[in-house]
């Protein structure tokens, strides 16, 4: 069992439709990324969060740190948010930047 | 402020040659960390530097190999390359690093071994 879970792995969804991407993990974490990846290869980040809940335009990311889990919401969604969604955590035995990553979810938005 | 750059973005190499990528921080930032990401195992962290220093390691062979000059700018090296090398090779830079630091990601460099 890896230690980051992200579910579904492919997602297909009509535009305006709201999305949700779940992430489960299973060490103890001092932090979560939800990181997007588009197919030329960069990376953004999206959030870090370590509890409750962060909201950045149309993205939501929600973390319950007691369940071992984590969403990310997309609401109105559209075709530009086509991409790879990775859910990352930092688990809290080590130092630095040490991510431990899920495997991504592969999002296709239908215009 | 420029973002997090990295060099080359392509390069195809043979086995057994070694490779070298660059990447240079946004400045201010202390921290890099550099990932590889392969179709088979994903995105897997390599190593982290902060201030010249090795602050983590990943669990790959000594092949892999890195340094952080005073500068911030660091450099991975791969020796005695092999096909399963192939891949795209990304490296994050933050403040400081640790819980609290956010990453900002270079574009990548894809790294093709015949």
């Known amino acids: 069992k890896n230690e980051v879970e992200q579910s579904p792995q492919n997602l297909t969804a009509q535009e305006e439709e709201f999305i949700t991407i779940n992430c489960s993990y299973s060490?103890?974490?001092?932090?979560l990324h939800w990181l997007q990846q588009h197919p030329g290869g960069g990376i953004v980040s999206l959030f870090m969060l370590s509890s409750g809940k962060k909201k950045h335009g149309r993205l939501i990311a929600t973390i319950n740190i007691q369940e071992k889990h984590s969403s990310l919401h997309i609401t109105a969604s559209h075709p530009r948010d086509s991409a790879v969604y990775i859910c990352a955590v930092k688990s809290r035995e080590t130092s630095g930047s040490r991510l431990t990553f899920g495997e991504g979810t592969q999002l296709t938005v239908n215009p | 402020k420029a973002g997090v750059t990295q060099t080359p973005r392509y390069l195809i190499k043979t086995r057994g040659q070694q490779v070298t990528l660059s990447c240079s921080p946004i400045?201010?930032?202390?921290?890099v960390s550099w990932y590889q990401q392969t179709p088979g195992q994903g995105l897997q962290f390599l190593f982290e530097y902060f201030s010249e220093t090795q602050r983590n390691k990943g669990n790959f062979p000594g092949r892999f190999s890195g340094r952080q000059f005073s500068n911030s700018r660091s450099e991975m090296n791969v020796s005695t390359l092999e096909l399963g090398d192939s891949a795209l090779y990304l490296c994050?830079?933050?403040?400081?690093?640790?819980?609290?630091?956010?990453?900002?990601f270079g574009e990548g460099s894809r790294l093709t071994v015949l």
């Open positions: 400045s201010g930032h202390r921290s």
């Open positions: 994050a830079s933050s403040l400081e690093g640790g819980a609290s630091g956010e990453l900002f």
């Open positions: 060490v103890g974490i001092s932090a």
